[in-house]
Each structure stands twice: as structure tokens, then as C-alpha cells.
């Protein structure tokens, strides 16, 4: 059988499209040795996807649910804000699908980050980062609000999409992975997508899973992506006040240390999110006799490796890093 006839033998997939989802769960057995022995820490490694992180899933749903409405359509561009990780996804999907993008992000943004959009063919604006991501909304807006037939808006701080996308997919697979035997869900609020979309879907799988939402210590802070929601002037729309038990509040140094402690003692090189996303689920299995506490690790170190924390000592001492 010749090369062409066996490639035309192979089943054809959408290619990039068919990696997004199924990542594995990890369970985090180093990071704190002194747990009780029915409490155990688990996480999704999202970087598995194949824009690198968990905002595949909604990036994926947004441009669909864009092409199911007609919004989105050969010659029209992808244009949203993003903090870096959405912006990737977009880029990743879009090439694969065709599309052009066009991403406004703040210029504190990782330059890892910049490269990784560049080299995708991301077009760039690049805003003030004093105004963090809410300027990075601002200035999309205006951008399409000029040519409004140019560019498909998913603006996934308000779209529905990003939401049904964790509650189909990171909801569904974190119960079936757990085998239902999730008690806790601990993720970052940032669009709130991850948290609420999965969220729901564990409560409506088990109304008793206890549901912690993750947000910096205040306004001023290094975790990319997470908001400070009581001190942002645009709180996401699909932001769903009433159903977190909770919330956690990580300090910047308490996430760039955790960090360096997931890298040195589980040998997992995880983003400052994932690392304030470990720090918040290890405080909350702290409080426990048992129980089965999930995580999101939303992406992997590769777009912070620029970053100085890495060179600093860390105290992972008895594992627990923060």
C-alpha cells in the first residue's frame, strides 16, 4: 500500500478540533504529605489541550455557537480581549478553521504569551496595563463598534457559550473521573466561565459538592487572568453570584512560591492561576477528615518561564509551599 493509499484510508477529523477536552486528573500526592488519609487533591491538566489551556473549551464553543448564529463566517475576523490564554486558544482554533483574529490584550501581557499570538498570526493591540483587562474590553469594543461587519465579538466575559462549555465538557469529566466521588471544586474567578459552568454541573450532578471560588488578596496583583471582582468596573456577565459557598483570597507571592513547589516536589511546571488554583484547594483540604477536593491547573509554566519568581528560594518544606 502506497503512502496516499493508506493516508486515504485514515478516518478525517477537524484536526486541532478533535485534541480540545479529555485532559487527564491528576492527583497531588507530594504537594502535602500531612493530609488525612481520606482526603485527597486532584487537578486537570489543562495545558493537554492544544492551545495549551483550559480556554480551549470556550474558545471552541464561542466560534461555534458564532458560526451556528451566522455571526461568524468566511472574510469575518475573530475579535475579543483576552489576558493571553483565550487569545491563544482563538488563534489556535481560527487557524485551524480558517479564520483571522484580532486580540487586544494588556501590554504587560508575558512576552512569551506575545510570541506564541505572533507566531499564530494573531493581529495585536496591545492596551495601558494600569487598565488591566477591562482596557483590553474597552478598546474591542470601540475596534468593532467601527466596522461592526468585520469582526465576529464572542466576548466571552458575557457569552452564554463560555459557560455551557465547562458545564459540558470540565463539569462532566471532572464527575465521571472522580467516579461522582467529588466533594469540593476550587477554581479562579477570571471570565468566571470555569467556575460557573462547572460549577452547575457538579451541583447538578450532586446538589451537596461545595463550590470555592479563588480571587487575589486585591485590585493590585501578578495572577494574569484572575479578577478581583468587588474592585473591577466590568464584572462578567456570566459571573453567577450566588452559587459559590465561598471564596478564597491568594496573595501574589503565595501563588509565585506554590509554583515553584508544585514544579520541585510533583514535578508539575504549572501557570501562577494553576498555582493560586493548588494554594486554594490545599487550604480547603486542610479543613477536612475526608473528601475529594478538585482543581483547574490552567495551563502549564511555558508562558512565565521570563518571569523572576522562578529564581527565588522556596519553603517546600513539609509540602506545603505557602
Not at 478564597?248 to 492561576?273: K, N
Request: proline share 6%; net charge negative.
Amino acid at each position: 500500500m502506497t503512502v496516499e493509499t493508506q493516508a486515504a484510508t485514515l478516518p478525517r477529523g477537524s484536526g486541532v478540533i478533535e485534541l480540545v477536552g479529555n485532559t487527564p486528573l491528576v492527583r497531588l500526592a507530594r504537594i502535602a504529605p500531612d493530609l488525612p488519609p481520606d482526603v485527597a487533591i486532584y487537578a486537570k491538566a489543562e495545558w493537554y489541550n492544544p492551545g495549551g489551556s483550559v480556554k480551549d473549551r470556550p474558545a471552541l464553543f464561542m466560534i461555534r455557537a458564532g458560526e451556528a448564529s451566522g455571526q461568524l463566517r468566511r472574510g469575518v475576523r475573530i475579535a475579543d480581549a483576552t489576558s493571553g490564554n483565550t487569545g491563544i486558544a482563538y488563534a489556535t482554533i481560527g487557524a485551524a478553521l480558517g479564520y483571522k483574529v484580532t486580540l487586544a490584550l494588556p501590554g504587560n501581557a508575558s512576552p512569551e504569551r506575545k510570541r506564541i499570538l505572533q507566531a499564530l498570526g494573531a493581529e495585536l493591540i496591545l492596551t495601558d496595563p494600569m487598565d488591566g483587562t477591562d482596557g483590553a474590553i474597552r478598546a474591542i469594543r470601540a475596534l468593532v463598534a467601527e466596522n461592526p461587519d468585520a469582526y465576529f465579538y464572542p466576548d466571552q466575559y458575557n457569552n452564554p457559550a463560555n459557560v455551557d462549555s465547562h458545564y459540558a465538557t470540565t463539569g462532566a469529566e471532572i464527575w465521571a473521573q472522580t467516579g461522582g466521588g467529588v466533594t469540593h471544586f476550587v477554581a479562579a474567578l477570571g471570565t468566571c466561565g470555569t467556575f460557573v459552568g462547572t460549577g452547575r454541573r457538579l451541583r447538578a450532578e450532586n446538589p451537596a459538592v461545595r463550590l470555592l471560588a479563588v480571587q487575589p488578596d486585591g485590585p493590585y496583583h501578578a495572577l494574569e487572568g484572575v479578577k478581583h471582582l468587588s474592585s473591577v468596573a466590568l464584572v462578567p456577565g456570566i459571573y453567577d453570584p450566588g452559587l459559590a459557598d465561598g471564596t478564597l483570597e491568594v496573595t501574589s507571592e503565595q501563588a509565585f512560591d506554590m509554583a515553584r513547589c508544585m514544579a520541585r516536589t510533583e514535578g508539575l511546571m504549572v501557570g501562577i492561576s494553576a498555582a493560586a488554583n493548588v494554594a486554594a484547594a490545599l487550604r480547603v483540604a486542610r479543613t477536612l477528615s475526608q473528601g475529594v477536593v478538585v482543581t483547574i491547573l490552567c495551563d502549564g509554566a511555558s508562558k512565565y518561564l521570563s518571569d523572576r519568581f522562578w529564581d527565588e528560594p522556596s519553603d517546600c518544606e513539609g509540602g506545603d509551599g505557602i
